[in-house]
């Protein structure tokens, strides 16, 4: 029996939209458990450098890829370029999404697309481009970040909700289908958090204080509330833990 699962030592872990909010909370705490992190990212370069600046600091090996994993070609040449450098992929995080939406009347193809080609087609095709590699190498664990949207729906973001809904989905599918090469496949679905893509939200106090209160345990979510458990996920005390979602929404929608 191992009794240090959380040792993640000499490992290799891709975090998408890592950068930045969920995903760079969880490069630290992967970092921070042993596990050489790369920090994908689209836009922000030099947040992407911060974030492999401070995993540096944990003694791993750190290294930022740009790449937009809605666009197959891109989700494979990063996947190459992180075989090439450490030959190996051990844990992909899914992290890479934005948060638009509108009332359904106003919700236009443009909007549509964008939210689902991200959010849903990207964590497709990284997954993809990764499950040859951790095929070959004999396994590996993949945890998607969804929402609590993608179960009870969103008003005002069904694009949003759908692409979510439709993660869900698609890890219990992919656990069906990868259990038998030891590639165990979860979810998170955190509820609200503490990022920058909600910031503006928060602005607003009286609606922030409204949102704490109908949360059971009476707080938002940190980003490490939500890194933590995706750090779990990918340790040896999950071993046995696949096509799951973990629910990290303090409370407020209780999903069995």
């Not at 995903?23 to 911060?50: I, P, S």
């Not at 106003?106 to 964590?123: A, C, H, P």
């Not at 005002?156 to 909700?161: L, T």
Request: aromatic share 6%; glycine share 10%; proline share 2%.
């Amino acid at each position: 029996m191992n009794t240090k699962g959380m040792n993640l030592k000499g490992r290799v872990a891709l975090v998408t939209g890592g950068s930045r909010g969920i995903g760079r909370a969880t490069v630290l705490r992967l970092a921070e458990q042993g596990a050489n992190v790369v920090v994908n990212y689209v836009r922000d370069e030099a947040a992407a450098r911060k974030t492999v600046e401070a995993a540096l600091r944990h003694d791993v090996k750190a290294l930022a890829v740009r790449a937009d994993v809605a666009q197959l070609v891109e989700a494979e040449h990063l996947i190459q370029t992180i075989v090439e450098e450490f030959g190996q992929l051990d844990f992909l995080i899914c992290n890479a999404g934005i948060w638009e939406g509108a009332p359904i009347e106003f919700l236009g193809e443009e909007q549509w697309d964008r939210v689902l080609n991200i959010n849903l087609k990207g964590t497709w095709a990284v997954c993809h481009a990764a499950v040859p590699q951790m095929k070959r190498q004999g396994g590996g664990r993949i945890v998607i970040v969804s929402s609590t949207a993608g179960q009870r729906g969103e008003a005002n973001y069904s694009n949003y909700a759908a692409s979510k809904g439709g993660q869900i989905s698609f890890t219990k599918s992919l656990a069906a289908e990868l259990g038998q090469h030891q590639i165990n496949v979860n979810a998170v679905a955190p509820g609200w958090v503490l990022t920058e893509m909600s910031t503006g939200v928060f602005a607003n106090l009286e609606y922030r204080k409204a949102i704490e209160e109908s949360i059971p345990l009476r707080r938002i979510a940190s980003v490490d509330d939500i890194a933590l458990p995706i750090v779990f996920l990918c340790s040896e005390w999950a071993r046995h833990i696949t096509g799951e979602v973990l629910n990290v929404n303090g409370g407020s929608v209780l999903c069995g």
